[in-house]
């Protein structure tokens, strides 16, 4: 599965939009982003995923680049419950042979300040 | 619908010993995988079960063993405890498709502690 990269850490004002950022430049044709987000001592929730179009649901806004080497996670009103590690995580879709396995890379902290 | 369940929630054990953990998918899910989060190593993939049999395996020592029921309930098991082993191990479960790609739900997790 490819890489990922993302900031370490990041803020963000209650009511404003929380951009995530995250580089994945070795992506292949057949992996998916995916994004999670985990908040202390839960399970990672999962939040949403795309192949090569932008994806909005619920929760959040994904938006591919057109190369598909970067996305930017998008939740349109933050609020302090969305304070959480957010992940990133690109892989095969479709019963490839890592099917089953997510490779959880370190994510971005995220803090939503009030 | 109701979510990934495992149990217990917490349990303490003392090295040597052994332990199993159990995971009951969301309904109509027939992957179960499970992994350990610890705060050195971060989120580990430990193996994945679909239709009862081990499907894929992350880099664990044979101390660590599953398996799957047919009712896709799972159970996992360590064997001779090391203070190592002290982690969140998680749950996940998801429909295993052919097309597209489906999400994997996590459930709380059990915290095990060994002393």
């Known amino acids: 599965d490819a890489k990922t990269t993302q900031p370490p850490s990041m803020d963000c004002a209650e009511g404003r939009a929380a951009n995530l950022p995250c580089n994945h430049s070795t992506i292949s044709g057949n992996e998916y982003v995916y994004w999670y987000r985990q908040i202390h001592s839960q399970g990672p929730q999962y939040i949403i995923h795309?192949?090569?179009n932008n994806e909005t649901n619920e929760m959040a806004s994904l938006i591919i680049t057109e190369d598909r080497k970067s996305s930017t996670l998008i939740l349109p009103h933050a609020t302090l419950r969305d304070t959480a590690v957010y992940y990133c995580i690109v892989r095969v879709g479709g019963g490839g042979t890592s099917y089953g396995k997510l490779t959880f890379g370190q994510g971005t902290i995220l803090t939503v300040h009030p | 619908k109701a979510g990934v369940t495992q149990t217990p929630r917490y349990l303490i054990k003392t090295r040597g010993q052994q332990v199993t953990l159990s995971c009951s998918p969301i309904s109509g899910h027939r992957s179960v995988s499970w992994y350990q989060q610890t705060p050195g190593q971060g989120l580990q993939f430990l193996f994945e079960y679909f239709s009862e049999t081990q499907r894929n395996k992350g880099n664990f020592p044979g101390r660590f063993s599953g398996r799957q029921f047919s009712n896709s309930r799972s159970e996992m098991n360590v064997s001779t405890l090391e203070l190592g082993d002290s982690a969140l191990y998680l749950c996940?479960?998801?429909?295993?498709?052919?097309?597209?790609?489906?999400?994997?739900?996590f459930g709380d997790g059990t915290r095990l502690s060994i002393l």
């Open positions: 795309g192949l090569k």
């Open positions: 996940a479960s998801s429909l295993r498709g052919t097309e597209g790609d489906q999400p994997q739900h």
